[in-house]
């Protein structure tokens, strides 16, 4: 009987992209604003505004073909389980 190894890396990237999603938009939406000089948080994440911005905004697309790469592994290995 051949088994498929249950889909540990996909599972566990989509799970860390999504804390990092929630950390870095919730950080964004608190600290930081658009202002006259563009993007810009205040203290403590003075200087981060840039940064913040794209990882918000690079985890979100990342998040979404992540999500769908680990549901098509774990339907795949959910299908190879129940075989007899």
Same mark, same amino acid.
């Given at each position: &009987?051949? +088994?498929?190894?249950?889909? +540990? +890396?996909?599972? +566990? ?37 840039? &940064? ?7 985890? /979100?697309?990342? /998040? ?21």
């Amino acid at each position: &009987m051949k +088994t498929k190894p249950f889909p +540990t +890396t996909s599972v +566990t990237l989509t799970v860390i992209l999504a804390i990092v999603l929630a950390i870095s938009s919730t950080i964004s939406t608190n600290y930081c604003a658009f202002g006259f000089g563009g993007f810009q948080c205040n203290e403590p994440f003075a200087g981060y505004g840039g &940064m913040l911005a794209m990882v918000t905004f690079i985890s /979100l697309p990342l /998040l979404v073909v992540s999500g769908a790469i680990a549901a098509w592994r774990l339907i795949a290995w959910l299908r190879v389980q129940r075989r007899p």
